[in-house]
């Protein structure tokens, strides 16, 4: 080894080893980068692919339901629906707009509420803060009061299909009670958000709103029974929504806790319910085939009602 | 006086009134889209009725259908991708109109600064409408318990099992109408009324009259009784009691009947719609008892405001009923 070190031929050799090598490497490098660099375009066939989505993208039956139901959001769906009822034209899309909006208001509220204080001296000032001065504060607040108009809109109309589609009867109608529970929830939602600005229009909506609880019977100051049950303006009712007799400091800070949190909380437990039983109840109701006057059976009572959970074929 | 364009922009241009405004043009849409769907499914149902072998054997909607076609497909991609462009769309709404029209911010709060009219969030106008011709305690407490669980019973009362998961109208007739007349005629139209008609002082202008902050009406309400004359000076010396409080008395026994009366003329009336036809009849002896006594309640209760609406507003009647304690 030594000798063949002073030979200067191999040398060369040693150098024309190491440049074929490097070129080779090049070569193999440059193939791994292309093979690399076409497999990007099919991210969906890599291992991290994979790892986050835990199913292999293809064009298969079994793999298509696999991508929903192995989903933590997608699997709220079942693998299969009815064909008619991809159409626009049967629930006109709108518990999925509501609920869509939900989230909206969610992300738009939660924006809102770091620039936010729920106190008497800062709420109006923070609201104009928030029109002048934060970057596209304007348009955050705009957002979140129509997306809240545009859910109750959303919320009636869909209570509306539901009707217009007899989608509430057997075995609906538990989760028929659900939705109006939903939809008194969201008006409470709106109404409670209504106060925070501090402005004229939110005080006299909700002077006017609470002044009705006055007159709660039993329960208010000034309704039926109200007097002989001990009530006054200082412990009634009213005085329990306000935090006080008049609409001041503490109702805003119950508005606030009621808009932000609480009715929010318990909006998202009822949705986790009333989603639920659209699957366990079979999936939307329709469109199901015409039933004929002819064919309505004697009613059996109780008649069990066995489901098939949408979706199983 | 001439027609006051202008006062008709200010109202429906007010930045909470879009909704109401939009509501306008969105759910007469709706509902006509619903029964153009409904009565396409009726015609259907003729067809079948009409003829035993086609009942058997066809496609019982009015959806395109091939036989080759599976009756289900799969949700992604054919239903999810509906949802996701639908959220682009609403999205896209959502911005424009950010954009365009901005939230309204008034005056810091100022109680001792009265806002004129001061109404409630449009989608409570129809229950501060609802104060005009009901106290408080009905109006902002018994009604609404009464709309949300009237709305909840629904299922359990309706006993049609006709018209589950597809839009009819001839197989729900009454169902349908009785919703319609209580979403769109007392819900949305009592909104309408309180946003469009009721100007300061909650007082009426019709559309295209001027809100006059200054206008006073005169009101000549009356109570029932006083259309009667009740006075019950009569009883005050069989008694030994004054003359008011004969009056108060009095009074409070006269206006039971009238109630007992409506109570009564509006059970027979509904008794009369729900048993009309034939296929009603049918339905109505599927019901039990409980299930009859509590849609009739509840439907009774519901005609109640239109009655007690056309006394105010046409005969400026007041109380029916007036005691010491409450009055209706």
């Not at chain 1, 709108?94 to 106190?119: A, D, N, R």
């Not at chain 2, 950010?98 to 100022?110: F, G, V």
């Not at chain 2, 309400?221 to 019950?232: E, P």
């Not at chain 2, 007992?260 to 008892?289: D, G, N, P, Q």
Request: charged letters at 20%; hydrophobic letters at 50%.
């Amino acid at each position: 080894m030594p000798e063949e070190n002073g030979d200067g031929k191999s040398k060369t050799g040693v150098l024309e080893k190491a440049k074929d090598s490097a070129a080779a490497l090049r070569e193999t490098l440059t193939e791994k980068a292309k093979q690399q660099a076409t497999e990007l375009k099919e991210p969906e066939k890599t291992q991290l692919y994979r790892s986050i989505f835990r199913v292999k993208h293809d064009e298969e039956p079994r793999n298509r339901a696999l991508s929903v139901l192995s989903n933590v959001f997608f699997h709220l769906h079942p693998a299969k629906v009815n064909r008619d009822a991809t159409k626009y034209n049967f629930t006109w899309g709108m518990g999925g707009i509501t609920f869509y909006l939900f989230i909206v208001l969610t992300f738009t509220g939660v924006l809102l509420m770091f620039y936010y204080h729920p106190s008497k001296v800062q709420a109006f000032r923070d609201i104009l803060y928030l029109e002048n001065d934060v970057p596209f504060g304007k348009l955050l607040r705009n957002m979140h009061r129509w997306a809240a108009h545009l859910m109750i809109i959303a919320v009636w109309l869909h209570m509306f299909r539901v009707f217009m589609t007899g989608s509430y009867k057997r075995p609906r109608e538990f989760n028929w009670c659900v939705g109006v529970l939903l939809m008194v929830l969201t008006m409470l939602l709106s109404f409670t958000g209504y106060l925070l600005p501090d402005d004229q229009l939110g005080f006299w909506a909700v002077t006017v709103g609470t002044n009705m609880a006055r007159a709660t019977p039993l329960l208010g100051n000034e309704g039926p029974g109200g007097p002989q049950m001990g009530m006054t303006p200082y412990n009634d009712v009213r005085f329990a929504l306000l935090g006080g007799s008049i609409v001041d400091a503490n109702a805003l800070l119950r508005a606030y806790i009621w808009h932000c949190i609480a009715i929010p909380l318990i909006v998202a437990i009822f949705l986790g319910v009333h989603f639920w039983r659209v699957r366990k109840d079979g999936g939307i109701s329709g469109p199901a085939p015409v039933m004929l006057e002819s064919e309505i059976k004697e009613e059996r009572s109780p008649r069990p009602v066995i489901l098939r959970p949408s979706g199983m074929g | 006086m001439p027609f006051d364009w202008r006062q008709i922009w200010e109202i429906a241009s007010a930045p909470d009134n879009v909704p109401i405004v939009a509501l306008l043009f969105v759910a007469p849409f709706f509902m006509w889209y619903a029964l153009r769907q409904g009565i396409a499914n009726d015609k259907l149902i003729a067809i079948l009725e009409g003829d035993a072998q086609a009942a058997k054997t066809k496609y019982r909607k009015t959806q395109e259908w091939d036989p080759k076609w599976e009756r289900e497909v799969h949700t992604w991609p054919y239903l999810m991708r509906m949802e996701f462009l639908v959220a682009i769309l609403v999205t896209v709404l959502l911005m424009v109109w950010s954009l365009t029209l901005n939230a309204p911010l008034e005056e810091p709060a100022n109680p001792n600064v009265t806002m004129n009219p001061a109404k409630a969030p449009w989608y409570f106008l129809g229950l501060q409408e609802m104060l005009v011709y009901f106290d408080p305690w009905i109006a902002g407490v018994v009604m609404p318990t009464l709309i949300i669980v009237g709305l909840m019973v629904i299922p359990y009362i309706d006993s049609n099992p006709l018209g589950n998961g597809y839009y009819t109208y001839k197989q729900r007739r009454f169902s349908i109408w009785t919703f319609l007349v209580g979403f769109i005629g007392l819900w949305v139209l009592m909104i309408v009324i309180g946003t469009f008609i009721r100007g300061p002082g909650w007082m009426w202008f019709w559309p295209g009259q001027t809100w006059d902050a200054e206008r006073v009406d005169y009101a000549v309400n009356r109570n029932l009784d006083q259309v009667f004359g009740i006075d019950g000076s009569w009883l005050a010396p069989i008694f030994h009691t004054t003359k008011d409080q004969a009056a108060i008395w009095a009074r409070a026994i006269f206006g039971i009947f009238p109630l007992v009366i409506f109570f009564i003329v509006a059970a027979i009336l509904v008794h009369w719609v729900c048993t009309r036809t034939e296929f009603s009849k049918k339905i109505y002896k599927r019901m039990s008892l409980l299930q009859l006594v509590t849609m009739y309640t509840f439907l009774i209760l519901m005609l109640s405001l239109p009655i007690k609406i056309l006394l105010r507003l046409v005969f400026t009647i007041k109380y029916i009923w007036v005691t010491p304690w409450f009055s209706i």
